[in-house]
C-alpha cells in the first residue's frame, strides 16, 4: 500500500473515530440533561402537590384529590401514579411499561398534616422512553454534522498531503523506474508548483533529496561502465580448468554432506547393481563403512535387501520409482517396520538411467501411532454403540427397580410375595451391574476408582485363576515387593486379569505354565517414544505370561481390537482383551504385547503410579446405618416419566416436600414459582436442549443457597471449561449419584448434599 492511501486510511479512520466520540460525548449530555429534567419535576411534585393531596386525604375531599392527581398526571413524562391511603382503596392512574425504562419515586406523606398524621403514600412512575426516542432521533443528524465537519478537514489534510509530499514522490519513483544505464543522463527536476506551494526545491528536503539522486545516477553510470569493461576482460579468463574441477569436487562433497546428515538410509547403485553411494545411515544400519560397500554389489553389502534386487533392476529397467510400505523385519529380537523406496538415477538429459537410489524409512513409530489409533477409533466407535444402550437400559432398570422397592414397602407382612420382590431384585441388580461393566467399556462412566495394591488383588483371585485352568497347565504367581499403589477400580483389575489368563489357558491346549508377575518400572526415552500412549515415566507392571502357541505380528497387532478373535466359531466373542485394552485405558496406562509363534505371548499392563488417593461412590454408604430423612422441600427433574415418579415416591417417604419436571425448562419455571426449594434433583442427559449440568449452573447463579444433587447412567464428556466454572461442573460431575439407585442410596446422596451445602 502506497503512502499517500495509507495517510488517507489513517486521517479517514481518525476522523471517523473522533466523529463518533463527539456524537457519543454530545447524546451523552443531552442524555444527562433529560434525566435532570425528570429530576426537577419529581422535586415539583414534592413542593407543589403532596401537601394539597394530604389536605384532601384528612378532608375527604375527592375532587382535590382527583384534581391533584390530574395535575400530576399531566406532567411531562409521568406515565404512572398509585395513591394508597389508609382508608381507601388505592387509586392508580395509568400503567407501568418496561422496568428498564422506568424511574419510580415514592412520597411518604405518613407524618405530614398540620395536627394530625394522615398514612398514606405516593408512587409516581416517570418513563424514559422519550429520553431514548429523541436521542435515537438526534444520533443521525448529529453524526452527518460531525461527519461533515471532519470529513473536511480531512480532506484538506490529504490535499495538502499531496501538494506538499506525494506528487513529488510519485515523480521521484517515476523517473528512477525510467532511468536505465542505455538512456540519456536527464536530471530529475520536480515541479516547484504556485501560489502556497511555491518553494525553492534546491533548499527543501525535497531539493536536496533530488540533488542527491542526480549525484548517484552520473556517479552510477560511470561505475556501470567500468565493471563492464572488466566483466568482459574477466569473462575470457574464467575457461581455467583448476578453478572448474575446485567447483566440482565442492559441489561433490555438499552433495555428499547433505545424503549423509539425512536419517534415511540412502544406497546408490549403477546399472550393474554395485554401490557408487552409501551415507552413514546406510552404514549405521549395516555396520559396514563406505570404503567397504563402494564397488560392491548391493546384496553382498546390505544383506536385508538381498529380496528387493527385484526392485531395483524394475526401476532401472522402467525408469519407474518403485515402493515397498511397512514392511516387517526384526533387530535384536525387536519387530520394527521400514519403508523401501527405489529411484531410477537419470542422465543430465533425463533420457537414459544411469543406475538407482535406494532409501529406507523406519517407519516404526508411525506404525505403532496408526495401530493406536486406529484401535483407539474402533473402541470409540464400540463404545458410542455400547454406552447409549446401557444409558437406556440404566433407565429402564432403574424404573423397574424403583417400582419394586417401593413394591416392597407396601407390603409389609406378605412374605411369600416379597421373596419373589428380593429375587426380582437381585436380577435387576445383576442387570445394573451388567450395564455398569458396558458403560466403563464404552469409556463413558468410569467406575470409582481408589488407591490400591495390585498385589493383594492378584493374590486374592490367585486360587480362582488356579482352579480355572487344566491340570496340565500350572500357575505361577511373582510379587515385587515395595509395589507401588495405583488409582484404579480394583474389580476391574480382576476381570482383566482373569480375562488374560483365560486366553492363556486356550493358548496352551498341550498344557504349559501361566506366570503372572509385577514390577515396578520407569520408562525411558527410548520407550516412551515406542510408547505414544504412555502418560507419565513411573509405572507399575502385570505381566501375563504363557507359554502356548503365541501370535504371528498380524495377530499380535489385531489382538486388542473389539471382535476380533482367532477363536473357532461360537467360543469366543473377540470382546475379552478389547474390555482389557478400554480398562487399562481408563486407567492411564498403555499395554505392550510381546508374542512369537511357538514360544508363547507376554502381556504387558502398564499402570501409573499413585500419589493421591481417589475418591469414593454414593453406593459405598454404610449400608447398616440408619436411613436418613429430612422435611425439606426438593425439585426432582427427569425427562423419563416413571423415573420421575419413583424418585419422588422415594422422597415422600422419607419426608421430604416434592415437586416435579420433566425438563430443564419447566425446573426453572418451579424454582421461580417456589423460592423456597431447597435441593435441586436432576438426571443430566435430558431431552429440550439444556442438560442437567447446563440447569445446575442456571440454578447456581440464581439461587445460590440451593443445593444440588445431579444423577444419570450414562455421562458424555463436556466441552473443555476453565475458571470457577470449570471447578463447579467437576465437582458436581464427582458427587452425581449413579443410576439405578435405591431409597436408602437416595437418602444418603440427597442428605449429604443438603449437609454440604449449609
Known sequence: MSIARKVT?????????????????????????????????????????????????????????????????????????????????????????????????????????????????????????????????????????????????????????????????EKIRAFISETSTKSPAVPLKLDKGRGPFKRRSEVDEFGILV?????????????IEANRVFNEKLQREIVVRHEAENALIHLRNYLSKIINSMPSVIVGVD??????????????????????????????????????????????????????????????????????????????????????????????????????LRRAQKMEAIGELTGGVAHDFNNILGVVMGNLELLKIGLPGHDEALVHIDNALKGASRGADLTGRLLGFSRHQNKETKRTNVNKVIEGISDMIARSLTASVSFEAHYWDGLWPVDIAAGDLEDTILNLSLNAKDAMPDGGTLIVKTTNKVLDDSEIRHNPNATSRSFIVISVSDSGTGMTAEVRDKALEPFFTTKEEGKGTGLGLSMVYGFVQRSGGHI????????????????????????????????????????????????EESLLDV????????????????????????????????????????????????????????????????????????????????????????????????????????????????
Not at 211 to 223: D, H, P
Not at 678 to 686: A, E, G, P, T, Y
Request: glycine share 6%.
Open 271 to 372: 546399472l550393474d547393481g554395485k554401490v557408487t553411494q552409501w551415507n552413514k545411515g546406510a552404514e549405521e544400519a549395516t555396520g559396514v563403512s563406505e570404503n567397504d560397500a563402494l564397488g560392491q554389489l548391493l546384496d553382498q553389502s546390505f544383506s536385508r535387501l538381498s529380496q528387493d534386487m527385484r526392485l531395483v533392476f524394475e526401476a532401472i529397467k522402467s525408469g519407474q520409482r518403485r515402493i515397498v510400505a511397512g514392511r516387517l523385519y526384526m533387530k535384536d529380537e525387536e519387530v520394527l517396520y521400514e519403508d523401501i523406496t527405489v529411484y531410477p538415477l537419470m542422465d543430465d538429459e533425463g533420457k537414459d538411467v544411469e543406475g538407482a537410489v535406494v532409501r529406507l524409512d523406519d517407519v516404526t513409530e508411525k506404525h505403532t501411532t496408526e495401530v493406536a
Open 9 to 169: 486510511l489513517y486521517v479517514m479512520l481518525f476522523s471517523g473515530l473522533f466523529t463518533v466520540l463527539s456524537t457519543g460525548l454530545q447524546l451523552y449530555m443531552d442524555y444527562r440533561n433529560d434525566l435532570k429534567d425528570i429530576e426537577t419535576t419529581l422535586n415539583l411534585i414534592d413542593r407543589s402537590h403532596i401537601d394539597s393531596l394530604v389536605n384532601g386525604i384528612w378532608n375527604l375531599d375527592k375532587a382535590v384529590i382527583s384534581t391533584e392527581l390530574t395535575e400530576i398526571m399531566n406532567l411531562p413524562d409521568i406515565v404512572y401514579l398509585e395513591l394508597n391511603e389508609f382508608r381507601a382503596t388505592p387509586i392508580k392512574k395509568g400503567a407501568l411499561g418496561a422496568p428498564e425504562q422506568m424511574i419510580m419515586r415514592e412520597y411518604d406523606f405518613s407524618n405530614r398534616g398540620a395536627e394530625r398524621e394522615v398514612a398514606g403514600s405516593l408512587k409516581v412512575a416517570m418513563t424514559t422512553a422519550h429520553i431514548l426516542q429523541r436521542l435515537r432521533d438526534k444520533v443521525f443528524v448529529i453524526l452527518i454534522a460531525q461527519s461533515v465537519k471532519t470529513l473536511g478537514v480531512a480532506l484538506f489534510i490529504i490535499f495538502l498531503f499531496h501538494m506538499l509530499v506525494t506528487r513529488h514522490i
Open 592 to 639: 505392550q504385547v510381546d508374542s512369537e509363534l511357538g514360544k508363547g505371548t507376554t502381556f504387558h499392563i502398564f499402570l501409573p503410579r499413585l500419589e493421591d488417593s481417589a475418591q469414593t461412590d454414593f453406593r459405598t454408604e454404610n449400608v447398616l446405618a440408619e436411613i436418613p430423612r429430612g422435611t425439606e422441600t426438593i425439585l426432582v427433574v427427569d425427562d
Open 211 to 223: 540533488s542527491e539522486i542526480n549525484t548517484m545516477r552520473q556517479n552510477l553510470s560511470v561505475e
Open 647 to 758: 424418585a419422588a415416591a422415594y422422597l415422600s417417604n422419607l419426608g421430604y416436600s416434592v415437586l416435579k419436571a420433566s425438563d430443564a425448562s419447566k425446573a426453572l419455571e418451579v424454582m421461580d414459582e417456589h423460592s423456597s426449594i431447597d435441593l435441586l434433583f436432576s438426571d443430566i442427559i435430558m431431552a429440550g436442549g439444556m442438560d442437567g449440568y447446563q440447569l445446575a449452573e442456571i440454578v447456581r447463579s440464581k439461587y445460590p443457597k440451593c443445593a444440588i444433587l445431579l444423577t444419570s447412567g450414562y455421562i458424555k464428556k463436556r466441552e473443555a471449561l476453565t475458571g470457577s466454572r470449570a471447578e463447579f461442573v467437576v465437582r458436581l460431575g464427582e458427587n452425581r449419584l449413579p443410576k439405578p439407585y435405591n431409597q436408602s442410596t437416595l437418602a444418603f446422596a440427597i442428605r449429604r448434599a443438603l449437609d454440604e451445602a449449609d
